[in-house]
Structures are given as structure tokens and as C-alpha cells.
């Protein structure tokens, strides 16, 4: 068996799982400098889910050649973070008007395999989101 490559993916939707920190940097790469308004997160304490429809810059189909280039374009990405027991921020305004930018995801552990997922944004702000394992 293989790993799956973009090219597996064509025009259809990608569906990405992180499981592990290496796995989170991966996906931190793909959603680097994505932008969404304030208004586009949702905490939902009952179902322990945090989530954000970004509009991410399609990195993975970002191929120029000499003979044409494929448009670069942003899309419409739902980020959703599972068994997230909490949020924090700092910096984010979480009205339509503010336009945030996405940096990076990381994963900060504690020692009982819990930790934060962390969303460094641009402009200082960070979101913090409490996870299981």
C-alpha cells in the first residue's frame, strides 16, 4: 500500500485527520495564511467542538509551469477541532467586520496527553483550545 498524493485527490474535496503532532504540522502548512472573519467560529461546549470555515489558499494545486499555470485560488475550508473541553483567546475580535489571519496550528501537550491546540493568527492573536489526548 501507499501513501495517498494530491494528484489521488483531483477536484475533489480533501477530508485530512491529525492524529499526532506530525500529522498537525501538516496540516498547519495547508492552512497557513487562510483568512475568515470573526463571526465564522463556532465553540459548542455540549458536543466538545470547536470549528472555523476559513478560506484557505489552495497550496496543494499551486503548480506554474513554462507552458501555463492553473489560477492560484483561495476555497472554503471547514477546521474542526473534536473533543476540545475549552477555548481561549487573546487578541480576536469575533465580529464580521475583522478579517483574521491564520498562521499556523500547533499542538502544545501537558503530561496526562492532554494540551492546547494552538492557533497563532496574525496581529498577536491566539486561540487556544483545550483537547483529549
Not at 33 to 38: C, T
Not at 105 to 131: F, Y
Amino acid at each position: 500500500m501507499t501513501d495517498a498524493t494530491f494528484e489521488d485527490g483531483t477536484e475533489k474535496p480533501l477530508r485530512l485527520v491529525a492524529f499526532e503532532a506530525g500529522d498537525l504540522e501538516v496540516l498547519s502548512s495547508l492552512a497557513q495564511d487562510a483568512v475568515f472573519p470573526g463571526n465564522e467560529m463556532s465553540w459548542r461546549a455540549k458536543d466538545r467542538r470547536f470549528a472555523i470555515l476559513l478560506n484557505r489558499f489552495r497550496w496543494e494545486d499551486a503548480v506554474s509551469t513554462n507552458s501555463g499555470a492553473r489560477p492560484y485560488e483561495r476555497v472554503q475550508s471547514l477546521l474542526t477541532i473534536e473533543q476540545a473541553h475549552g477555548v481561549r483567546s487573546q487578541g480576536v475580535t469575533r465580529d464580521a467586520d475583522t478579517v483574521l489571519s491564520l498562521l499556523s496550528l500547533s499542538i502544545e501537550p501537558d503530561e496526562d496527553a492532554a494540551g492546547e491546540v494552538v492557533l497563532t493568527l496574525a496581529g498577536d492573536g491566539v486561540l487556544a483550545i483545550r483537547v483529549e489526548a
